[in-house]
C-alpha cells in the first residue's frame, strides 16, 4: 500500500485490509482473528477455581462465611458455575 499511496498511514491500511475482509474497522477484524486464534481443544480462560477475597467482601448480617470458591466448567456452549462456601 505503502508503494501505491505513499502518503498513507498504518490505520488507514488496517482499515483498508479490514474492509478486504468484510469488516467495518480494524478492531472489528482484530476481534473475529483473535476469538478463532484460539486452538479448539484449548481451555476456556474461565475455566479453573476462583477464590473469594473475603477480606474485599462485604458481610452479609446472616452467619459469616469463612471462605467461598466457584469452579467453572466449559462443554461447547454450556458454562457450569459449582460454588462451595465454609
Known sequence: MQRQYPRAQ???A???LA???????????RVHVELH???ADA?????GSWLA???KSK?????P???????FSVACDTVTISAACA
Open 10 to 12: 498504518l490505520a488507514d
Open 14 to 16: 488496517q482499515h483498508n
Open 19 to 29: 474492509r478486504e475482509y468484510g469488516f467495518a474497522s480494524w478492531p472489528k477484524l
Open 37 to 39: 486464534a484460539r486452538p
Open 43 to 47: 481451555a476456556s480462560p474461565v475455566v
Open 53 to 55: 477475597d473475603l477480606s
Open 59 to 63: 458481610s452479609h448480617p446472616a452467619p
Open 65 to 71: 462465611i469463612r471462605a467461598a470458591s466457584l469452579q
